[in-house]
Structures are given as structure tokens and as C-alpha cells.
């Protein structure tokens, strides 16, 4: 149990619509990561925030963004679904290069 | 550019036996971390081990263990007495040990493990 708790678990949206995904975090961790993971593949980073703001993005285009709360929980937004966009976004708390970090369980998005 | 190579799409191992799983990395950073996570299907990524470049000692934690070679940019898991809970998603990760803030992890492709009774 990493603390980390991901909503909604499962989500279909259509092509061109908008979508929420959120994350909330019991550890109190300042920074907040996102990944998209599509079907058969790795994690792709795309983006962090810390205290608020993000300090690191991956190569994902702008209709991805994102919020941090002062509580540390977030969102991520993406607009303009595309087919392409359906996969597995998960979220994690804390890491870095000498700790290990904590994921949710994530929201699996399909986009029809 | 950094990167991760996890070479075996698939392993099978019988229960109780022990399993290499191989990985890779690239990168120009003197100073870095590698993780090993788990995926179950229920998707959630649970870490496994972890190891600093710096480390000498091989990391070990409970049945895993890292078999760290620097010089050859490799960061294997053992895994040893597999048992049936061990079937999943096993993914090898990198992360710069000195980007301040930063908690960005690259990762591979992934190797499927499956635990034969």
C-alpha cells in the first residue's frame, strides 16, 4: 500500500473531448510525477510538479497539463483526446535519484 | 540521451528457482540511481530494489538482489526461490542522481515473468 490513490480507475472518453485525471497522496510528498504507459510499453515521463509548479516535462505535447494543490494532490488534464492517447497514466509521489518513488494504482483511458 | 534496454520481452522460470532478468542503460551522468519496479495486471508499479552508481555493494533486498556492473552499464535482478506471486511486469528505471528536484524516471521496456507450479 503506497498511499497513493489514483481517480477514477477507468475511463472512456471520445476523440476530441477532455478529460481530468486525479491523484491525491496520504505521504504529504512535495512532488508529484505523472507517466503514460501505452499498451506493451514503459512508462513515458510527462511531467512534474514540485511545490506547486512544474519543473520538468517530458516530450508531450501542450493540451497535457497539470496541477499541484497546496495539499499535494493533482491533475492532470488532457485536451483534444486522440485515439493515441489511450493508455495507462500513472501517478507517483516523492523518488528521485537515491529514494524510490510511490504510484498509484492508475487510471487506465481509453479514448474511442 | 539516456536510455534503458530490457532485452527479454518474456522469461519462464519453475517455482522455487532463482531468475536473471537483464538490463541495460545508457547515459553520460557520472551519477545516477537504478530501480527495479514490479507490475502485477492490477497495474499499480511496486518497487522492487534500488542502486546508486556509487554504491559498491551489490543492493539485495529480501529475495532480490542487483547484480550491478558498472563498467558494462548493466543492472540485473536476481530473483531467487520464485514463487507463483512473482508472475508480472518487471521494469528496469534510471534516474539522475544530480537534477535537484527532479524525480524523473526512464524506463525499459519491460520483461514479462511467468512462475510455473
Known amino acids: 500500500e503506497t498511499g497513493v490513490t489514483q481517480s477514477p480507475t477507468h475511463l472512456i472518453k471520445t476523440r476530441g473531448q477532455q478529460v481530468t485525471l486525479r491523484c491525491s497522496s496520504q505521504s504529504g510528498h512535495n512532488t508529484v510525477s505523472w507517466y503514460q504507459q501505452a499498451l506493451g510499453q514503459g512508462p513515458q515521463f510527462i511531467f512534474q510538479?514540485?511545490?506547486?509548479?512544474?519543473?520538468g516535462r517530458g516530450n508531450f505535447p501542450p493540451r497535457f497539463s497539470g496541477l499541484q494543490f497546496p495539499n499535494y494532490s493533482s491533475e492532470l488534464n488532457v485536451n483534444a483526446l486522440e485515439l493515441d492517447d489511450s493508455a495507462l497514466y500513472l501517478c507517483?509521489?516523492?523518488?528521485?535519484?537515491?529514494?524510490?518513488?510511490?504510484f498509484g494504482q492508475g487510471t487506465r483511458l481509453t479514448v474511442v | 540521451a539516456q536510455k534503458i534496454t530490457q532485452t527479454q520481452p518474456g522469461m519462464f522460470v519453475q517455482e522455487k528457482e532463482a531468475v536473471t532478468l537483464d538490463c541495460t542503460y545508457d547515459?553520460?551522468?557520472?551519477?545516477?540511481?537504478l530501480f527495479w519496479y514490479k507490475q502485477p495486471s492490477s497495474g499499480e508499479m511496486i518497487f522492487l530494489i534500488y542502486?546508486?552508481?556509487?554504491d559498491e555493494q551489490n543492493a539485495t533486498e529480501g529475495r532480490y538482489s542487483l547484480n550491478f556492473q558498472k563498467a558494462r552499464k548493466s543492472a540485473n535482478l536476481v530473483i531467487s526461490a520464485s514463487q507463483l506471486g512473482d508472475s508480472a511486469m518487471y521494469f528496469c528505471?534510471?534516474?539522475?542522481?544530480?537534477?535537484?528536484?527532479?524525480?524523473?524516471?526512464?524506463w525499459g521496456l519491460g520483461t514479462s515473468l511467468a512462475v510455473n507450479p
Open positions: 542502486q546508486g552508481s556509487y
Open positions: 507517483a509521489t516523492g523518488g528521485g535519484a537515491n529514494t524510490e518513488a510511490f
Open positions: 510538479y514540485y511545490r506547486e509548479e512544474e519543473n
Open positions: 547515459t553520460s551522468d557520472q551519477s545516477y540511481g
Open positions: 528505471a534510471m534516474s539522475p542522481l544530480n537534477a535537484g528536484n527532479n524525480r524523473k524516471l526512464i
